[in-house]
């Protein structure tokens, strides 16, 4: 049985259709723009190559636990890892019997996999919308919270924390229950506490940060009420592992990426050589569990993080990681202001920025040029609810407009000064 989401009726309690199997499964909308598969826009040698999300060095599949105190939600008491971060909120919006009755508070500007297992939970969605500033319009949230909804769901866009005292207030006043996707914002901090420790409940996405190839956390901060559908076994008390192929093929991915920055020719040969395998298990009709796609399947909510991201996570160096990704924001920030618009966000005390966040005039003319100077972008959420698309919104403006450029932990000083020399050369950026 294959699952997939009405997207069009946001009222309906469960708006799922059932499908028979068939021999070709639909491919998935990836949520991250991948060049790297497309190889026919480079011309020749390049003389950087950058992917969009950190690389494994192989070293760390040997390296002992480094001593250090893990970050929130990795020591977080009361957590359940599953292999996508979607899963945990279908999950968490299943235990909290959304489908009973209440509605949930959502942004307009989000990515559609939080919208879909939302849905499929059964839950009834409104949107709030979030400004230019990557900040929600408060005024309509507290307007909206005079209809008494049950859940207020506040997302950290790309690092960036939202106006948490303002809004743990207002759900406090209210006695509205506060989810937080911090799926883009690990390790980012809001008046020195870790997001994710405001709300009641919170979740994450892990490989989206670090160099794993699967793993999604949902971090409980509250007791959960009696009457969901999982009250009478505890949250992912049944989860099962996905197979040791479609593991093994991402690892492997993540490890060419690492070999790449720093030997193109041989990265990109054995590139070829993975994507030739890969079509040829495809051919196959040989299933593998995708991550960084867009979309809701309801096969795959019970499969937990594997085995090998519990092994990496303890081996990384977290404050080495969130200061790297600052000093790259800096660089970049310093260099282009002036010559491109910026967005009016601050890289406050605490902030673990995941991208850095670029206008351009055109998404996909300005991605495509940037990877044929080796520097893989993401084009995130270019659609969200199709009622809402033709509307005159920022978060419309956000999804035209907003490339995310790389500053992650492999991303050197002197690789993120090219970087902004590229964007200024290449004049892709909105004029400032």
Request: proline share 7%.
């Amino acid at each position: 049985m294959e699952v997939r989401l009405d997207q069009r009726d946001p009222a309906a309690p469960l708006a799922v259709s059932f499908q028979e199997p068939s021999a070709a499964k639909i491919p998935a909308l990836h949520e991250v723009q991948r060049p790297a598969e497309d190889e026919t826009c480079l011309k020749g040698e390049v003389a950087m190559y950058i992917p969009a999300w950190p690389s494994l060095n192989p070293a760390y599949f040997v390296k002992s636990s480094a001593l250090q105190s893990l970050p929130f939600p990795l020591n977080c008491t009361s957590k359940t890892y599953f292999y996508v971060a979607r899963s945990g909120i279908y999950h968490l919006a299943r235990a909290l019997g959304l489908d009973k009755g209440g509605t949930v508070l959502v942004p307009d500007y989000h990515h559609g996999n939080e919208i879909f297992a939302l849905r499929a939970a059964g839950a009834r969605l409104r949107y709030y919308p979030v400004k230019k500033n990557l900040e929600p319009d408060l005024d309509a949230v507290a307007k909206l919270c005079e209809e008494n909804p049950r859940v207020l769901y506040v997302t950290h866009f790309i690092g960036f924390p939202q106006p948490m005292a303002e809004l743990q207030a207002l759900c406090r006043d209210k006695g509205i229950m506060l989810i937080e996707d911090c799926a883009l914002s690990f390790m980012s901090e809001y008046d020195r506490k870790p997001l994710g420790t405001f709300g009641d409940y919170s979740i994450f996405c892990l490989y989206k940060s670090l160099p794993v190839p699967n793993g999604g956390v949902l971090a409980v901060n509250s007791p959960l009420p009696p009457g969901g559908e999982d009250e009478k076994a505890p949250l992912g008390a049944n989860l099962n592992f996905a197979s040791k192929l479609s593991v093994a093929a991402r690892s492997i991915e993540l490890t060419l990426q690492w070999l790449r920055s720093r030997y193109e020719t041989c990265g990109r040969a054995l590139f070829t050589l993975k994507r030739a395998a890969g079509r040829t298990l495809s051919a196959g009709r040989v299933r593998r569990v995708p991550v960084g796609d867009t979309g809701f399947d309801l096969s795959i909510v019970n499969v937990g993080m594997s085995p090998i991201c519990h092994t990496l996570l303890p081996r990384f160096e977290y404050n080495w990681i969130k200061e790297t990704r600052r000093r790259n924001f800096r660089v970049l920030e310093e260099r282009l202001r002036g010559t491109v618009s910026l967005l009016d966000i601050k890289l406050n005390e605490g902030v673990c920025p995941l991208f850095f966040p670029l206008l351009v005039k055109d998404k996909q003319s300005a991605s495509r040029d940037l990877w044929q100077a080796g520097i893989e972008t993401v084009e995130f959420w270019n659609r969200g609810d199709a009622d809402l698309e033709h509307q005159k919104s920022d978060a419309n403006f956000l999804r035209r407009h907003l490339l995310e450029v790389p500053i992650h932990q492999d991303v050197t000083a002197n690789a993120a000064e090219r970087m902004a020399e590229e964007i200024i050369r290449l004049r892709i950026g909105m004029a400032a």
